[in-house]
């Protein structure tokens, strides 16, 4: 995949302005690429590997928060069968077997983290203060 905007940091120097095509910044994307992107950039966000990113500093940062948010619960995920692959492997190994438990206890622990997060980001940052885009 190409960039549409050369790189990622100046995103947040192209806002979108009236009267100003910004089509040019598709033409390096190929086939099915160049059509997404050109709807990207008609509604006022940029196309980069990741997909299209919202320009705004709102929409940027939930776009950050739910990829973070999303990483992390897979990371808690795979952790999980780490830790059950090592207490079936264990062979009857009492150290193996409480490692295996800790594994899979830490990983269960840091997703409550995560979902508890997300559950307090929205009632302190929507309900009580307002803020947009959480």
Do not use: H, N
Not at 9 to 16: E, L
Not at 28 to 57: H, M, N, Q, R
């Amino acid at each position: 995949m190409f960039l549409c905007s050369s790189v990622l940091v100046p995103v947040f120097a192209q806002t979108p302005t009236p009267g100003i095509d910004r089509s040019k910044e598709c033409e390096y994307a190929f086939g099915g690429e160049k059509d997404k992107c050109l709807a990207c950039v008609k509604k006022g966000s940029a196309w980069t590997v990741l997909g299209c990113l919202p320009i705004e500093p709102t929409g940027f940062s939930t776009f950050i928060l739910r990829f973070a948010i999303g990483i992390g619960g897979g990371i808690a995920f795979l952790m999980m069968l780490a830790g059950a692959f090592t207490v079936i492997t264990s062979r009857g190994d009492p150290e193996r077997l409480k490692q295996g438990k800790r594994t899979i206890t830490k990983a269960a622990i840091g997703l409550l983290v995560i979902i508890f997060a997300i559950f307090i980001l929205r009632i302190v940052g929507q309900e009580l203060l307002g803020l947009p885009g959480l």
